[in-house]
C-alpha cells in the first residue's frame, strides 16, 4: 500500500525493503485467528488489533494509518489471481467458481474469511483441497 493501491508478490516484498510498515504478509499465519493465540513476529512491519473479535491489519499508507479487515486482505489477493486466470483463458470468460488449495486444513473461521473475501469478488468456493506440501 505503499502508492495506497494493494500490491501483492514480488511488487510487495520490493515495497517492504523500503517501507516496511506499508505492507501486510505471512497472512495465513493470522486470518480466521483469535488475536491471543497469533505468534506476533517481531519484523512485521504492520500491528494486529481487535475488534469484536474480528482481526485488523494496521498499517501505514500515504494519508496516515489505515485499519483493514483480514477479508479485505484475502479479498485483494483473490482479485489478483481472478484478474490474471481470466486474462489467461480464452475469450476471457468471468471467474464465478474457484477451487481453494492449500497445503495446511483450514479451521472454519479460516474458511469463513476465505468465503467472504471470495464474495467481495463475485466468487463462490465450490471446495477446500488440502494437498500434500
Known amino acids: 500500500m505503499v502508492n495506497g493501491t ?3 508478490g514480488e511488487k510487495a516484498k520490493n515495497d517492504y ?8 504478509y505471512d497472512v495465513l499465519k493470522i486470518i480466521g485467528k483469535p488475536l491471543n493465540v497469533i505468534k506476533i513476529d517481531p519484523k512485521w512491519g504492520f500491528k494486529l488489533e481487535e475488534n469484536d473479535g474480528n482481526i485488523l491489519f494496521q498499517i501505514e ?3 496516515g494509518p489505515r485499519l483493514i479487515p483480514q477479508e479485505l486482505v484475502i479479498s ?3 482479485k489478483a489471481m481472478k484478474i490474471r486466470a481470466e486474462s489467461a483463458m480464452e475469450n476471457n470468460p ?3 467458481e ?3 488449495s492449500t497445503n ?3 479451521s472454519k473461521s479460516q474458511k469463513s474469511v476465505f468465503e467472504k473475501a471470495a464474495v467481495k469478488n463475485s466468487l463462490t ?3 477446500f483441497i488440502v494437498t500434500d506440501a
Do not use: M, Q, S
Not at 17 to 24: A, N
Open 125 to 127: 468456493i465450490l471446495y
Open 6 to 8: 494493494p500490491e501483492i
Open 17 to 24: 525493503e523500503k517501507f516496511p510498515k506499508h505492507v501486510i
Open 61 to 63: 499508507t500515504p494519508n
Open 104 to 106: 495446511f486444513r483450514l
Open 76 to 78: 485483494a489477493f483473490l
Open 98 to 100: 474457484i477451487r481453494l
Open 94 to 96: 468471468a471467474l464465478t
